[in-house]
DNA sequence: GGAATGATGTACT
DNA sequence: GTACATCATTCCG
């Protein structure tokens, strides 16, 4: 099922600003390497090339690396961190806006196994905390950058909606430019959520 | 063709 | 808290 026939996933065409916070709770599941894994998003940073970010990988415009960040709601963009790292992004907005919502980390929900033997760590608390080990755990890599929302990579809502108070907004881990917008946002009570660089 | 850069994670002191 | 691994991508000449 494609996103546009499934309305399921027809928020996510809004601005990321909103949809960034309003992705938390909700269950991100793999099935790559015939292997399910997964967890609930306790954590998320929007970036928002059409609202200026000079911290989005966007700023300067389309490149081979961030067409897929140029698409439509429902595409995934992958990057290179540091030449050792994959972090995984959902696009969010109308195609042509680049707004993102980078997945920073999840509480580790589905295939604790497998997710444990491709991180080779057994603490369930280092198999997806980050956005580099949250990849690593769930076989995301670069092949995936442009790939869209739907059997291998899905999203299922939370059994309840999240309290807007359980919520809390900071600024963004780890970047340069733009330090100050405050457009990180984690569930305040999760063990499961990064820590801030210093 | 070459150099700088980085939305990170791990190991070690 | 600091060091450093490691490479796709981008920009410059």
Not at 141 to 150: E, F, I, K, M
């Given at each position: 099922m494609t996103i546009a026939q499934?309305?399921?996933?027809?928020?996510?065409?809004?601005?990321c600003l909103r949809v960034a916070p309003k992705l938390l709770g909700w269950k991100l599941i793999s099935n790559l390497g015939s292997y399910k894994t997964g967890g609930r998003i306790v954590e998320v940073e929007a970036y928002y090339y059409g609202a200026g970010?000079?911290?989005?990988?966007?700023y300067r415009g389309l490149t081979p690396r961030t067409a897929p960040m140029f698409e439509r709601g429902g595409a995934i963009y992958v990057y290179l961190s540091h030449g050792l790292h994959c972090c995984m992004n959902i696009v969010v907005g109308p195609?042509?806006?680049?707004q993102a919502v980078l997945i920073r980390a999840l509480e580790p929900t589905v295939g604790l196994e497998t997710m444990a033997a491709r991180r080779r760590v057994s603490d369930p608390r280092l198999l997806t905390r980050g956005p580099g080990r949250l990849a690593q755990a769930l076989g995301?890599?670069?092949?995936?950058?442009?790939?869209?929302?739907?059997t291998q990579l899905q999203l299922k809502p939370p059994p309840q909606l999240i309290a807007p108070a359980a919520i809390i907004a900071g600024p963004r881990v780890g970047i340069k430019r733009a330090a100050e917008r405050p457009w990180r946002f984690y569930l305040a009570e999760s063990p499961f959520v990064s820590s801030p660089r210093a």
């Open positions: 499934n309305p399921l996933y027809n928020w996510l065409e809004g601005d970010d000079p911290a989005s990988h966007a195609a042509g806006e680049a995301i890599g670069l092949q995936h950058s442009g790939s869209r929302l739907g």
